[in-house]
């Protein structure tokens, strides 16, 4: 939709397209989004307490992928406190992945034998609603010092075991240059690590961010994949897909992780189009992920039943290659589940399984 800008505020195309003027104009609270969004002063005031309890902060080119003021809309519902973040709901936890527990040394998860996650800050160009880590949004976490970063690698240097670091955050695209840079150098210095993930959603809220610099710091190291989290089809536009093409051509391989978001995402219509859509930008579908039990975005979660029969309807209808694997993360840092909807439906009495097609059709499988 087209925002409102104030007389004499209106970016021009060189404004909009640099990533300092979006985060420079990012709103911080509900009036900006009244006025951005052109909805009468204090229409929003209702959701001030859940703004204060959990910031708000959204670039103006994520708030205008939305189609209308609505705050039902996909776009907005991602990024838009909503009063039910503060009810208290059974199960809901602050960090429901035990990763403070998973910590062997600061900012360091090692909770499978090969692979670590690194956590750099938590500053994001969109702090999403349903933010696994929103617990943390309080604190002001600054990148990792020289002396942090060389405790990691110490640490990466005894375990040779693990041979990947997965840079996450807050978002990793979002620190400074220089940061990023010592980053990328420590770990791919570990001769043991043999590739780097980072996961960023940048390529999603603030593409504008991914220029070819960026990326060359992103590939200065041990082979580089990226992980982003589009979660809507209105989400795949021109500057997503610049993007991903400018990743790309840097030689960093691209996946994606949505999270299944009740209301914003929670029908096969909707995850086909954003799968099949991600595709065509050189964007492998990997993880579709059910919500987990978060402290202030319960709201969001549908149920395993109802992914599995999400992911059931897509099956067979689209490319394989847009499917992702439908997972959740075990509570107590037990580690990620994938589920696949059940397919057999019985075995014959000689032991022949029979299968039911994706159009619904009953087949016998010879032994
Ligand atoms: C999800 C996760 C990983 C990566 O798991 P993959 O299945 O390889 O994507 C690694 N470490 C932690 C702590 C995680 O939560
Ligand atoms: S970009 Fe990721 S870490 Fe940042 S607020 Fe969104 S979900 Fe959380």
New binding site residues.
């Given amino acids: 939709m087209q925002l409102s800008f104030a007389h004499g505020d209106v970016p021009d195309a060189a404004q909009w397209g640099d990533w300092r003027w979006q985060v420079a104009h990012a709103v911080r609270n509900v009036h900006q989004v009244e006025e951005l969004l052109g909805l009468r002063s204090g229409s929003l005031a209702y959701l001030s307490s859940a703004a204060a309890r959990y910031p708000l902060f959204a670039t103006p080119y994520y708030l205008s992928l939305a189609k209308s003021a609505d705050l039902s809309d996909p776009v907005l519902r991602q990024c838009l406190p909503d009063n039910a973040e503060l009810t208290e709901q059974a199960g809901g936890e602050p960090d429901a992945l035990a990763e403070e527990a998973c910590s062997p040394v600061s900012r360091l998860v090692h909770r499978y034998p090969d692979r670590v996650l690194y956590v750099t800050g938590n500053f ?1 160009a ?3 609603r ?4 929103k617990r943390d949004w309080e604190r002001q976490v600054a990148p990792p010092s020289e002396d942090e970063l060389a405790l990691a690698a110490d640490y990466l240097r005894k375990h040779t075991e693990v041979r990947e670091v997965l840079i996450s ?3 990793p695209l979002m620190l400074p240059e220089e940061s990023l840079r010592q980053i990328v150098a420590a770990f791919s210095a570990v001769p043991s690590i043999e590739m780097l993930r980072f996961g960023s ?1 940048v390529p999603v ?1 603030l593409p504008q961010r991914v220029t070819p610099q960026l990326a060359q710091i992103l590939a200065g190291g041990k082979p580089a994949w990226l992980a982003t ?1 589009f979660n809507h089809p209105q989400e795949l536009t021109a500057e997503a897909a610049a993007a991903a093409d400018t990743l790309l051509r840097h030689g960093i391989g691209l996946v994606n992780q949505s999270v299944l978001l009740k209301g914003v995402n929670d029908s096969a219509d909707c995850l086909g189009r954003l799968f099949t859509g991600l595709l065509r930008m050189h964007v492998k579908p990997y993880y579709l992920f059910h919500g987990d039990p978060i402290t202030g975005a319960m709201h969001f979660r549908t149920g395993i039943k109802a992914g599995l029969a999400l992911m059931d309807q897509l099956r067979g209808k689209i490319s394989g290659m847009a499917l992702p694997a439908f997972a959740f993360d075990l509570p107590g840092g037990a580690g990620k589940i994938r589920l696949q909807p059940e397919h057999i439906l019985r075995c014959e009495a000689d032991g022949t399984p029979v299968f039911m097609s994706y159009d619904g059709r009953e087949t016998a499988y010879p032994n």
Avoid at 130 to 133: I, K, M, Q
């Fill in positions: 994001c969109v702090r999403c349903h933010c696994l880590r955050g807050g978002d959603r809220v989290h």
